[in-house]
């Protein structure tokens, strides 16, 4: 890839990503969306490259994300070498999104003749005029003198972002039940009602039986008959079908990109019975200081930035693709989104099967490291593990994932963050460097009992009555001594060496950054803190 000093650059994103995703009940909502966000991407990607391809002068316009025959996981930022108009970018991006409308709405109408004919048209029509914000900028040929001429594209594209021109769509009548932000689909949705005629409560058995003919046509998995779903919502849930994707795949001009899972399983933590609740494992991630390693990468490869970039989106998406998704502990999981150097996944099982434990996931994010190595890209990864009770909303849950990922980024990076998240929103939380993760192995009870053997109630109950008495106050020695105990001289020792403690360059400490806590006091607190809240983490991620 070889690209003249003169190069133009394009750079797209658009919006609302977190919103979008974040309006979800279920895996399957949760699923959907990630999976619209990567097809609208791919198809900007597919347009780019019909329009810019070049043999010769452009061979690989689509720098980032590398194409791939892969849709889901494909990031919402591209970067395009050439000129690729603003006028382009919209109408194909207009195009992507109203076949997706379409299919789902004339799937719907398909399989449920007998509401013909249907008068929600121009509120499907609403939706696939302003639902997104797209974002576009440009190098110009006169920035040829730019060292860093991707920096800048992406630097101009955030400027855009500051500026929203979003547009709001009104509707009369009742909201949906999954987020209370837009109204009911339902065939008469764009009648013109008022709320004091008495046929309000017809049209409230109209749209009753409209869900029960629903949810009879696509199955209760996809829309139960008490669920009361807007359009964006519905389009979540139908885009999962096989059905939809085929139709889909030939929009794409028979691209076999379109990638939905045959046998979609969708988690149940919400069961009758208490004792057949189940516990969920989420877990997000993203590389750490990726910008520094491309600048990195460019000043001691040789390499031009375009190329650099294309080299690394093309080994993340493959690692995304093909890797992480065959390696979830015993297919008891899924990865919602591979897309780039981030990522976002779910353990779960579901009855008739056992309980997914939480040791069970403990011992998977011990082998994740060279899980993430596959991809031979020099950088590191923080995650955050969230080990969630089966009450807590999947949209608090996808908020507590960002917090625990922050957790692992500001407390060092390349570490991660394990938080129990109880029902109510209560939590405990501790974070690791990966390479002391495996001391938890180590850990003996007060009987000399290791393993699957070991009683970490003993470390538990020691924390709880220290605790208690103010035993850690001022001094670290008594925390040092209990860890001596359970986990062996051998780590006591890596709490006594600064050099282990604290980050240095190539070198990840238990505590992270020292500057963090800048007085004597406060690196004994942290450090306190540490064995403190591993006693109590450990405690529920062994229990059994």
Same mark, same amino acid.
């Given at each position: 890839?070889?690209?003249?000093?003169?190069?133009?650059?394009?750079?797209?994103?658009?919006? =609302?990503?977190?919103?979008?995703?974040?309006?979800?009940?279920?895996?399957?909502?949760?699923?959907?969306?990630?999976?619209?966000?990567?097809?609208?991407?791919?198809?900007?990607?597919?347009?780019?490259?019909?329009?810019?391809?070049?043999?010769?002068?452009?061979?690989?316009?689509?720098?980032?994300?590398?194409?791939?025959?892969?849709?889901?996981?494909?990031?919402?930022?591209?970067?395009? $070498?050439?000129?690729?108009?603003?006028?382009?970018?919209?109408?194909?991006?207009?195009?992507?999104?109203?076949?997706? @409308?379409?299919?789902?709405?004339?799937?719907?109408?398909?399989?449920?003749?007998?509401?013909?004919?249907?008068?929600?048209?121009?509120?499907?029509?609403?939706?696939?005029?302003?639902?997104?914000? &797209?974002?576009?900028?440009?190098?110009?040929?006169?920035?040829?003198?730019?060292?860093?001429?991707?920096?800048? @594209?992406?630097?101009?594209?955030?400027?855009?972002?500051?500026?929203?021109?979003?547009?709001?769509?009104?509707?009369?009548?009742?909201?949906?039940?999954?987020?209370?932000?837009?109204?009911?689909?339902?065939?008469?949705?764009? !009648?013109?009602?008022d709320p004091k005629h008495p046929q309000l409560s017809q049209q409230t058995a109209q749209i009753r039986e409209f869900y029960q003919h629903l949810s009879a046509a696509f199955t209760e998995s996809i829309v139960a008959p008490n669920e009361r779903l807007s359009i964006p919502e519905l389009i979540k849930r139908l885009i999962t079908l096989d059905a939809i994707a085929d139709r889909l795949n030939l929009k794409l001009n028979e691209r076999p990109s379109v990638e939905i899972p045959l046998s979609f399983k969708d988690i149940n933590r919400h069961r009758d019975k208490p004792d057949e609740r189940r516990w969920t494992g989420w877990f997000q991630g993203d590389g750490d200081r990726i910008g520094e390693y491309l600048k990195h990468s460019v000043e001691t *490869?040789?390499?031009?930035?375009?190329?650099?970039?294309?080299?690394?989106?093309?080994?993340?998406?493959?690692?995304? %693709?093909?890797?992480?998704?065959?390696?979830?502990?015993?297919?008891?999981?899924?990865?919602?989104?591979?897309?780039?150097? !981030?990522?976002? %996944?779910?353990?779960?099982? *579901?009855?008739?099967?056992?309980?997914?434990?939480?040791?069970? $996931?403990?011992?998977?994010?011990?082998?994740?490291?060279?899980?993430?190595?596959?991809?031979? /890209?020099?950088?590191?990864?923080?995650?955050?593990? @969230?080990?969630?009770?089966? %009450?807590?909303?999947?949209?608090?849950?996808? /908020?507590? $994932?960002?917090?625990?990922?922050?957790?692992?980024?500001?407390?060092?990076?390349?570490?991660?963050?394990?938080?129990?998240?109880?029902?109510?929103?209560?939590?405990?939380?501790?974070?690791?460097?990966?390479?002391?993760?495996?001391?938890?192995?180590?850990?003996?009870?007060?009987?000399?009992?290791?393993?699957?053997?070991?009683?970490?109630?003993?470390?538990?109950? !020691?924390?709880?009555?220290?605790?208690?008495?103010?035993?850690?106050?001022?001094?670290?020695?008594?925390?040092?001594?209990?860890?001596?105990?359970?986990?062996?001289?051998?780590?006591?020792? !890596?709490?006594?060496?600064?050099?282990?403690?604290?980050?240095?360059?190539?070198?990840?400490?238990?505590?992270?950054?020292?500057?963090?806590? =800048?007085?004597?006091?406060?690196?004994?607190?942290? &450090?306190?803190?540490?064995?403190?809240?591993?006693?109590?983490? %450990?405690?529920?991620?062994?229990?059994?």
């Open positions: 890839m070889t690209h003249s000093t003169a190069t133009v650059y394009t750079a797209i994103t658009f919006a =609302p990503v977190q919103g979008f995703i974040e309006k979800s009940r279920k895996l399957r909502d949760l699923y959907g969306s990630s999976f619209i966000l990567s097809y609208l991407s791919r198809a900007l990607c597919d347009t780019a490259q019909d329009l810019l391809h070049d043999a010769d002068n452009n061979p690989e316009p689509v720098i980032s994300p590398a194409l791939i025959n892969l849709t889901q996981g494909t990031p919402n930022q591209i970067i395009i $070498c050439g000129n690729f108009p603003e006028n382009a970018v919209r109408a194909a991006f207009a195009k992507a999104w109203t076949d997706v @409308v379409e299919v789902c709405r004339e799937e719907i109408e398909k399989r449920l003749l007998e509401f013909q004919p249907y008068r929600w048209q121009r509120a499907w029509n609403a939706w696939s005029n302003h639902t997104w914000e &797209l974002f576009w900028a440009q190098t110009h040929e006169q920035d040829y003198s730019l060292s860093d001429r991707i920096g800048e @594209v992406r630097r101009r594209l955030n400027e855009q972002k500051r500026s929203r021109a979003w547009t709001g769509i009104n509707w009369t009548g009742e909201s949906s039940t999954l987020s209370g932000a837009d109204a009911i689909a339902w065939y008469g949705m764009a !009648d013109k009602t *490869n040789h390499k031009s930035e375009a190329e650099v970039l294309h080299d690394f989106s093309q080994a993340m998406i493959d690692w995304g %693709g093909k890797t992480l998704k065959f390696r979830l502990l015993e297919k008891s999981g899924r990865i919602i989104y591979a897309g780039g150097d !981030d990522f976002l %996944g779910v353990l779960y099982r *579901n009855a008739p099967e056992p309980n997914l434990s939480a040791r069970e $996931c403990l011992n998977w994010l011990y082998t994740f490291p060279g899980i993430w190595n596959v991809h031979q /890209q020099k950088i590191t990864v923080s995650v955050g593990f @969230v080990w969630t009770a089966p %009450g807590v909303p999947q949209r608090d849950v996808l /908020q507590h $994932c960002r917090e625990t990922e922050q957790a692992a980024k500001q407390g060092g990076r390349d570490r991660i963050a394990i938080r129990i998240l109880f029902n109510g929103g209560n939590y405990l939380q501790w974070i690791c460097p990966w390479k002391f993760l495996p001391m938890l192995q180590d850990y003996q009870d007060r009987n000399h009992k290791t393993g699957l053997e070991a009683n970490w109630t003993h470390l538990y109950q !020691d924390i709880a009555a220290l605790e208690s008495r103010h035993a850690f106050a001022n001094q670290t020695e008594v925390a040092r001594a209990l860890f001596a105990v359970y986990f062996g001289t051998k780590h006591r020792t !890596d709490l006594d060496n600064d050099a282990q403690l604290w980050n240095s360059p190539g070198h990840s400490g238990i505590l992270g950054d020292r500057t963090l806590y =800048p007085t004597l006091q406060m690196q004994q607190r942290a &450090l306190n803190d540490w064995v403190i809240n591993l006693a109590k983490v %450990g405690f529920h991620l062994h229990d059994q």
